[in-house]
């Protein structure tokens, strides 16, 4: 099996696994309970949030554990809302943001708030100016992810945060589930409020997050019931599935020694791609390493999808959350791109385990899939 849809989701590690497995089995006590093996229980949770802050280079009183990158965003961005609304309902954010985002956003606009959906450039990037021309006295919130999930492109979060720390009635959030062990980001940064993390993008187990929430921001809770996390998320912590995800956390940044590598893997696919006809990579030349975004207009892509399947080798079309629905991407469509392009997109997102001889096979069937294709229509 050749497995390169890492952006949906990756392989947990072994190690991962084993932890997962060993901390169900010998700490499956209820941190919240009172006795003793309730309190080993809450210990390996405070120990777990320790590591992770430290990894995040963020206070322990900073973490928030999420069951994953899609309850961080709605998190973050309806907490906010609902908090400080009394201080304005206007969010700025753009328009190739992740499902999770833009119909977090939708949902309030029925509720009164009015949103900026930014465009962005033919590359897949907001423009700082046009961020900082948006904000009004009644901006409350803006949400701009770190790396974009189809693209690949990289967003300019630090000017952005620059810009964000001179307002001081308005929060910044970044969806960095793309982004971690990936591209750097600094979440020391001031004016960066917020940001959301999910553990089976660094192959960790589905079903847990962080949502890193800088002391002295205050959220509006959207689960409420027994207090934990701060009383930001309450509900019974998922032990098993923190400490296997903060073992994975550790693991990928030890990998990013060796994101050189992706980088050359990603650069050599690229000039693959582009010597073949009727390919057009979509892909920005400055973008994160792990993803590569090529359309073939003219043929539908859940076809070669589907071709490429039954030699085991997987890639996808673009977010899996939205994968399934067959029309154009919105990502693609916000960087001008016609529907021929917008709506023949494949995404091709790599791992640290990616090897060259995966990628050589998987272009000599690619190339064999678009021949056949183009015969029978033909």
Same mark, same amino acid.
């Given at each position: 099996?050749?497995?390169?849809?890492?952006?949906?989701?990756?392989?947990?590690?072994?190690?991962?696994?084993?932890?997962?497995?060993?901390?169900?089995?010998?700490?499956?006590?209820?941190?919240?309970?009172?006795?003793?093996?309730?309190?080993?229980?809450?210990?390996?949770?405070?120990?777990?949030?320790?590591?992770?802050?430290?990894?995040?280079?963020?206070?322990?009183?900073?973490?928030?554990?999420?069951?994953?990158?899609?309850?961080?965003?709605?998190?973050?961005?309806?907490?906010?809302?609902?908090?400080?609304?009394?201080?304005?309902?206007?969010?700025?954010?753009?328009?190739?943001?992740?499902? *999770? #985002?833009?119909?977090?956003? $939708?949902? @309030?606009?029925?509720?009164?708030?009015? /949103?900026?959906? =930014?465009?962005?450039?033919?590359?897949?990037?907001?423009?700082?100016?046009?961020?900082?021309?948006?904000?009004?006295?009644?901006?409350?919130?803006?949400?701009?992810?770190?790396?974009?999930?189809?693209?690949?492109?990289?967003?300019?979060?630090?000017?952005?945060?620059?810009?964000?720390?001179?307002?001081?009635?308005?929060?910044?959030?970044?969806?960095?589930?793309?982004?971690?062990?990936?591209?750097?980001?600094?979440?020391?940064?001031?004016?960066?409020?917020?940001?959301?993390?999910?553990?089976?993008?660094?192959?960790?187990?589905?079903?847990?997050?962080?949502?890193?929430?800088?002391?002295?921001?205050?959220?509006?809770?959207?689960?409420?019931?027994?207090?934990?996390?701060? *009383? #930001?998320?309450?509900?019974? $912590?998922? @032990?098993?599935?923190?400490?296997?995800? /903060?073992?994975? =956390?550790?693991?990928?940044?030890?990998?990013?020694?060796?994101?050189?590598?992706?980088?050359?893997?990603?650069?050599?696919?690229?000039?693959?791609?582009?010597?073949?006809?009727?390919?057009?990579?979509?892909?920005?030349?400055?973008?994160?390493?792990?993803?590569?975004?090529?359309?073939?207009?003219?043929?539908?892509?859940?076809?070669?999808?589907?071709?490429?399947?039954?030699?085991?080798?997987?890639?996808?079309?673009?977010?899996?959350?939205?994968?399934?629905?067959?029309?154009?991407?919105?990502?693609?469509?916000?960087?001008?791109?016609?529907?021929?392009?917008?709506?023949?997109?494949?995404?091709?997102?790599?791992?640290?385990?990616?090897?060259?001889?995966?990628?050589?096979?998987?272009?000599?069937?690619?190339?064999?899939?678009?021949?056949?294709?183009?015969?029978?229509?033909?």
């Amino acid at each position: 099996m050749i497995y390169l849809d890492n952006s949906a989701t990756t392989k947990p590690y072994p190690s991962v696994l084993k932890s997962f497995q060993e901390v169900s089995e010998r700490f499956f006590s209820n941190p919240s309970s009172i006795h003793q093996f309730g309190g080993e229980a809450e210990k390996l949770l405070l120990k777990a949030r320790e590591q992770a802050a430290q990894l995040l280079n963020v206070l322990k009183e900073e973490i928030v554990f999420t069951s994953g990158g899609t309850e961080g965003n709605n998190m973050a961005i309806k907490g906010i809302a609902l908090q400080h609304q009394s201080r304005g309902k206007h969010i700025i954010t753009t328009q190739i943001e992740h499902p *999770s #985002i833009i119909e977090a956003c $939708e949902s @309030l606009e029925t509720l009164g708030f009015d /949103v900026t959906y =930014l465009p962005v450039d033919e590359n897949g990037v907001v423009s700082v100016t046009d961020v900082e021309q948006a904000i009004r006295p009644d901006t409350i919130l803006i949400s701009i992810m770190h790396v974009n999930n189809e693209l690949g492109s990289i967003q300019p979060i630090k000017a952005i945060a620059d810009i964000a720390k001179r307002y001081p009635k308005l929060f910044f959030h970044v969806d960095n589930v793309q982004g971690v062990g990936k591209v750097h980001l600094d979440l020391q940064h001031e004016g960066i409020n917020l940001c959301s993390i999910s553990a089976h993008k660094i192959h960790g187990l589905k079903g847990t997050g962080i949502l890193y929430v800088q002391k002295g921001t205050t959220l509006f809770s959207l689960l409420h019931g027994g207090g934990q996390e701060n *009383s #930001i998320r309450s509900g019974t $912590e998922n @032990l098993a599935g923190i400490v296997s995800m /903060v073992k994975a =956390l550790r693991l990928v940044k030890e990998k990013e020694l060796m994101i050189d590598e992706m980088y050359q893997l990603q650069q050599y696919l690229r000039s693959q791609l582009e010597e073949m006809a009727k390919v057009v990579v979509n892909t920005p030349r400055e973008a994160a390493p792990h993803i590569m975004n090529f359309s073939v207009p003219g043929l539908k892509p859940e076809v070669i999808i589907h071709m490429l399947g039954k030699h085991e080798i997987y890639i996808s079309t673009r977010s899996a959350c939205s994968s399934k629905n067959l029309d154009e991407s919105h990502v693609l469509a916000a960087c001008g791109h016609d529907k021929k392009r917008t709506t023949a997109a494949l995404r091709v997102s790599f791992g640290y385990e990616t090897t060259k001889e995966e990628l050589d096979t998987f272009v000599q069937v690619l190339k064999n899939a678009i021949m056949e294709l183009k015969e029978v229509m033909e």
